[in-house]
Each structure stands twice: as structure tokens, then as C-alpha cells.
């Protein structure tokens, strides 16, 4: 086996012990106001424990009206700190890193659970709910980016390694960036630029925030899944964008809500199924020179091992594998296994908090 993949890496202040992050995956385990509970925070510890060097929280958002989903954890107001710390105190012990990943949910969420009229760059009803949102007006925007940047600054006093910006699968700033969403004629919509404005906006805003030395991650959709939407020709001279205003590192991703395939394709059960982001993760590694982390099928140690070493990414990203087998990256550096177990059949979304459902299916 390479030993690329556990080979230390240095991003900006962090050094992660190896290539592997375990992917942002809202856990659906917070209490009933949104905070942070110590369940999750064991099973972070469980994941940290298992090895992996980099952990991204689930989707936390920034602003009431952001909340994508019930149970998702929050981070809009000061009062969610101290729950934060409890969480990032647990894993001192290890050299596993945690970064918050911070997000609006723009229009894919329901009034019944944002309680306000969602609202997007465009009243684009989306087909997988039916719910048209409302058009953000200047003022929106304004106050979007300044939410982001305070959820920035909660999460460093809290402790987190860093933070990853939402940009992908859908949501607010995906859906800035996405033509198919995005169809303003002001300086917020129209050419990749403008489209990619907000994004630049809440990056510059977060560091105003964090200071230089902070490391931030964005996800980047790279394709949307849907006809007229965002492709990897746009992402790529957004990852150019994000370079140069100083981001830390950019993990590839995309699917929205509405589109077929999604950002979790079922089926993955060959390796050539695997891996169904890294050609555009190769596409944006060319263009820029920070490390590309990518997401999206990876399964098997081969495929992983080729990603890095024909210089697709730098880093290995899952998110289903992680709820099967949290101690899966022990089990890849010790030879225990050369897979994971995960057969990506998408039952593991749980209101109640996530779980692999195969197991209790397996006989004892
Ligand atoms: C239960 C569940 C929750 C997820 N929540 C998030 C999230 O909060 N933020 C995010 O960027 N992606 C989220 N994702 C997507 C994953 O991070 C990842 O991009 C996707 O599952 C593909 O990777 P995989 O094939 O390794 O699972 C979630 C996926 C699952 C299965």
C-alpha cells in the first residue's frame, strides 16, 4: 500500500496526521434548540479514535432563517458556543483536527422549518419541494455575508481547527453560483464573477473575522446535476477566485436537492463508480495550487491510492463509509481491510440521528 495516504499534511496553521477527512455530514443528533449534545461529540471522539485526520462537522447554520433541516446544529448566535467547546475539548486527546463547516440553507428548506419564507438569488421554485422562495433583496445579501463572518468568529472561540464554507449541494451560496438558480441582472448574478460575488464576499468576511493564520476550507459545487446548471468550466474559475482572496483548501462536490444523480450516488459496488467527483477535482487541482480535497463514492483503497498519487487531490473524502465503520481508517492502515463496507444505499439518513441500517441486518 502507498503511504501517501497517511502521509501528515500542512494547511495553513493545521497538520493533519493523514489525507483522510471524514466529509461534513449533518448527523441529525442536536437537541431540540439546535445545540450540540454529547452524543455527538462521541461519536466524534468514536471517528477520532478510528483514525482520521480530519473531521468536518455537519452543516451548522448561520442565520434562523438558514436551517435546512430539523436537528441540524446551529451556530447564529453566541449562545451556541460553550457547547461547541464541550464538543472540541473531547478531542484533544488526538491528532484528529475538527473544522466547522457553516451554511445558509437558501431555498432548499420549507417555512415550517427555517420559520420565514425561504429565501434564494431567485424565485426559482424548487421542484423537490415545491416551495418558491423569496428574492433576496441588497440588504439580504449584506446581511447574509456579516452572519457568516460572526458564525466564523463563534466558531474559532470555540476551539474548531477551522471551518469549511458551505458552497455546494444546493444551498444559499450554491445557489449564487448556479445559473439555474442565480438569474439576477445586478452585480450578484449574470457572469461567473457576479455569481461568485457572495461567496468571495463571506470568505473575506470570515477572515476579517479569524485572521490570516485561521484555516478555511470552502465545498465548491462543481456541477449541479441539472440541465442549465452549474458545470465544472464555472467552478473552475471560481476555485481560481477563492485562490486569490486566500482560501486554505477546496473540497469538489455537487448535485442539488432537485437533480438526478445527487451529491450521494446508491450503488457505488465497482470501482469505476467510485470517485464520481475527481475528474473535476483533477480539472480544479490544475488551476490552482491549494490542496483539493474531493468527495463523492470513494470506496476502496485502490482508487483512493490512484487519486493521489496520478494528482487528482490531495485529500480523501467520505461521508457514508464514516457511519458504517467509524474506525475505518485504522482499519485501512493496518490491512484489516483494503475497503469499506459501505454498499451506499442511503438509509442511513435517520431524524433521529444517522445510522447504517446493514449492520443490524448482518447475521451475528
Ligand atoms: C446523512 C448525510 C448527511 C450529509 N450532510 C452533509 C452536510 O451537512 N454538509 C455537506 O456538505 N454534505 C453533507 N452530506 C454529503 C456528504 O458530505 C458527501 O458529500 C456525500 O455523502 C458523498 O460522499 P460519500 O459517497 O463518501 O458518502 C451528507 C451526506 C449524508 C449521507
Known amino acids: 500500500?502507498?503511504?501517501?495516504?497517511?502521509t501528515p499534511i500542512n494547511i495553513n496553521t493545521l497538520t493533519l496526521p493523514n489525507r483522510f477527512v471524514r466529509s461534513a455530514t449533518n448527523e441529525y443528533m442536536t437537541d431540540e434548540n439546535d445545540f450540540v449534545t454529547d452524543r455527538l461529540a462521541s461519536l466524534y471522539e468514536k471517528l477520532a479514535r478510528g483514525g482520521v485526520g480530519l473531521i468536518i462537522t455537519g452543516h451548522s447554520y448561520v442565520r434562523k432563517d438558514g436551517k435546512a433541516s430539523?436537528?441540524?446544529?446551529?451556530?447564529?448566535?453566541?449562545?451556541f458556543i460553550p457547547a461547541y467547546k464541550r464538543l472540541v475539548e473531547r478531542l484533544r486527546p488526538f491528532d484528529t483536527k475538527i473544522m466547522l463547516q457553516i451554511t445558509h440553507g437558501g431555498r432548499q428548506t420549507k417555512p415550517e422549518i427555517c420559520d420565514d419564507t425561504p429565501i434564494a438569488p431567485s424565485p426559482i421554485t424548487d421542484k423537490s419541494t415545491g416551495v418558491t422562495p423569496r428574492e433576496m433583496i441588497h440588504d439580504d445579501i449584506l446581511d447574509v455575508i456579516n452572519c457568516f463572518g460572526q458564525a466564523a468568529r463563534r466558531a474559532k472561540e470555540a476551539g474548531f481547527g477551522g471551518i469549511q464554507i458551505h458552497a455546494a449541494h444546493g444551498y444559499l451560496l450554491s445557489e449564487f453560483l448556479s445559473p439555474y438558480t442565480n438569474r439576477r441582472d445586478d452585480e450578484w448574478g449574470g457572469t461567473v464573477k457576479n455569481r461568485a460575488r457572495i461567496l468571495l464576499e463571506v470568505l473575506k468576511a470570515c477572515r476579517l473575522q479569524t485572521g490570516m493564520d485561521y484555516p478555511i476550507f470552502v465545498k465548491l459545487q462543481t456541477d449541479d446535476c441539472v440541465e442549465g446548471g452549474l458545470g465544472v468550466e464555472d467552478a473552475v474559475e471560481t476555485a481560481k477566485?477563492?485562490?486569490?482572496?486566500?482560501?486554505?483548501?477546496?473540497?469538489?462536490?455537487?448535485?442539488?436537492?432537485?437533480?438526478?444523480?445527487?451529491?450521494?450516488?446508491?450503488g457505488i459496488d465497482s470501482p469505476d463508480k467510485e470517485g464520481y467527483f475527481a475528474s473535476n477535482a483533477e480539472r480544479i487541482k490544475k488551476a490552482v495550487s491549494v490542496p483539493v480535497i474531493v468527495v463523492g463514492g470513494i470506496r476502496s483503497i485502490g482508487v483512493?491510492?490512484?487519486i493521489i498519487e496520478e494528482k487528482k487531490a490531495d485529500l480523501i473524502s467520505m461521508s457514508r463509509p464514516f457511519i458504517r465503520e467509524p474506525d475505518l481508517i485504522d482499519k485501512l492502515r493496518t490491512?484489516?481491510?483494503?475497503k469499506s463496507e459501505c454498499i451506499s444505499c442511503n438509509q442511513c439518513w435517520h431524524p433521529d440521528g444517522i445510522r447504517c441500517t446493514q449492520i443490524s441486518k448482518q447475521p451475528q
Open 335 to 338: 490491512g484489516r481491510a483494503t
Open 241 to 266: 477566485m477563492l485562490e486569490k482572496e486566500g482560501i486554505d483548501a477546496i473540497e469538489t462536490s455537487g448535485g442539488i436537492a432537485e437533480s438526478f444523480p445527487s451529491a450521494c450516488r446508491e
Open 1 to 6: 500500500m502507498s503511504r501517501l495516504l497517511f
Open 304 to 306: 483512493m491510492e490512484s
Open 70 to 79: 430539523k436537528r441540524q446544529a446551529a451556530i447564529y448566535d453566541d449562545k
